[in-house]
């Protein structure tokens, strides 16, 4: 199987720099604003905003336990929201808390899904 090193995938840095963090991951306030409206505590607010950037740079969803630390804790830090440890986003992922805000983030980004119909029109 093909590794997605080998694949036309982005992939986040393990380790970016300020530059990168600054430019790619810090949320706007009208982001914060939205993320405060659809996820009730700040866990669920850091796990929305963290889906959120990794989405806007990716352009596709990737599990947050496959986001580097230092991404998460800058989102966090600019937020004003505290980042939890490793056992609490595992969690996060197996409530179903991610899915739910998958489609809030498709929605609040206009961004459709690829299926059969599109593959048509292509």
Same mark, same amino acid.
């Given at each position: $199987?093909?590794?997605m090193q080998e694949t036309a995938? =982005? +992939?986040?840095?393990?380790? =970016? &720099?300020?530059?990168?963090?600054?430019?790619?991951?810090?949320? @706007?306030?009208?982001?914060?604003?939205?993320?405060?409206?659809?996820?009730? &505590? =700040?866990?669920?607010?850091?796990?929305?905003?963290? $889906?959120?950037? @990794?989405?806007?740079? *990716?352009?596709?969803? *990737? =599990?947050?336990?496959?986001?580097?630390?230092?991404? !998460?804790?800058?989102?966090?830090?600019?937020?004003?929201?505290?980042?939890? #440890?490793?056992?609490?986003? #595992?969690?996060?992922? +197996?409530?179903? @808390?991610?899915?739910?805000?998958?489609?809030? !983030? +498709?929605e609040y980004r206009q961004a459709? !899904?690829?299926? &059969?119909? @599109?593959?048509? !029109?292509?």
């Amino acid at each position: $199987m093909v590794s997605m090193q080998e694949t036309a995938y =982005p +992939r986040l840095k393990s380790c =970016p &720099n300020y530059k990168e963090l600054e430019k790619l991951f810090s949320p @706007t306030s009208s982001e914060i604003s939205w993320v405060k409206q659809k996820a009730r &505590n =700040p866990f669920s607010q850091l796990g929305l905003l963290t $889906m959120l950037k @990794t989405f806007q740079c *990716l352009n596709y969803f *990737l =599990p947050i336990r496959d986001t580097s630390s230092v991404i !998460i804790e800058h989102i966090a830090r600019k937020a004003k929201l505290d980042s939890p #440890d490793q056992a609490e986003w #595992d969690s996060y992922h +197996r409530s179903g @808390t991610g899915i739910r805000q998958i489609a809030m !983030i +498709r929605e609040y980004r206009q961004a459709k !899904i690829f299926n &059969n119909q @599109t593959h048509q !029109i292509m």
